[in-house]
């Protein structure tokens, strides 16, 4: 079976820029999270789709970032304009579904962000 | 509030020793999720377990085992003789309440040397 893909795997740009990242889940999980993980602290949920809407985007700094989902399969997180803060590794998860049940969730490999 | 502390930043230890990973949680719910992951220098995170708060026993997979203490709110995760593959960092993480959000730990970097 195959795991949660994401592209790019690095990408480096200078402050202001937009950038964008993409995330195929696991086959048959309707749950998405998109995580942003700052170098040496933990990851921390930006938002979580059910299918194609909305779950969860309380720390999603929406005057920057947004995100969709729009057939409830791929999803892709966009940075605009990006700040020397964002800097972080970007990690997609999916799992089964919401409830508690269902709540182990599959990472991929992350995206690696530098703004410069 | 929910919050998972890792207060361990870094430990290095010497290849065949035992080491104990420490995690403290708070939650006020009475249903929640604990889990482990582990992030190798690859940086991809990978599950290795998982335990809901009904569910006190402790558990070992070879290697590894995980001590479950609701009265400490702690579960702590130890190694039995290290290898050097186990250098990695290892996050604790709690979902409690709604939405299965993952709230991780800090971490904690595990040094294992030859």
């Known amino acids: 079976e195959a795991g949660v893909a994401q592209s790019p795997r690095y990408k480096i740009i200078e402050k202001r820029q937009s950038v964008a990242f993409w995330c195929n889940p696991i086959?048959?999980?309707?749950?998405l999270y998109w995580y942003q993980q700052i170098l040496g602290q933990g990851p921390k949920l930006l938002i979580q789709?059910?299918?194609?809407?909305?779950?969860?985007d309380s720390q999603l700094p929406k005057d920057r970032f947004s995100a969709e989902r729009l057939k409830g399969v791929d999803s892709t997180l966009k940075i605009q304009p990006a700040k020397l803060e964002d800097s972080a590794v970007y990690l997609c998860?999916?799992?089964?579904?919401?409830?508690?049940?269902?709540?182990?969730?599959?990472f991929g490999p992350g995206t690696r962000l530098t703004v410069l | 509030a929910q919050k998972v502390t890792q207060a361990q930043t870094e430990i290095s230890v010497v290849e065949k020793e035992d080491v104990t990973l420490d995690c403290v949680y708070e939650?006020?719910?009475?249903?929640?999720?604990l889990f482990w992951y582990k992030q190798p220098p690859s940086g991809e995170l990978v599950f290795l377990i998982r335990?809901?708060?009904?569910?006190?026993q402790n558990e070992i997979s070879g290697r590894y085992s995980w001590n479950f203490q609701k009265s400490t709110s702690s579960f702590n995760f130890t190694i039995t003789a290290s290898q050097v593959v186990d250098s990695a960092v290892y996050f604790c993480?709690?979902?409690?309440?709604?939405?299965?959000?993952?709230?991780f730990g800090a971490g904690t970097r595990l040094a294992v040397h030859p």
């Open positions: 998860a999916s799992s089964l579904g919401p409830g508690l049940a269902d709540n182990e969730q599959f």
């Open positions: 086959s048959g999980h309707a749950t």
């Open positions: 789709f059910q299918n194609n809407g909305v779950v969860d």
């Open positions: 939650t006020r719910d009475t249903t929640y999720y």
């Open positions: 335990r809901n708060s009904f569910d006190e």
């Open positions: 993480a709690l979902i409690s309440g709604g939405y299965n959000k993952l709230i």
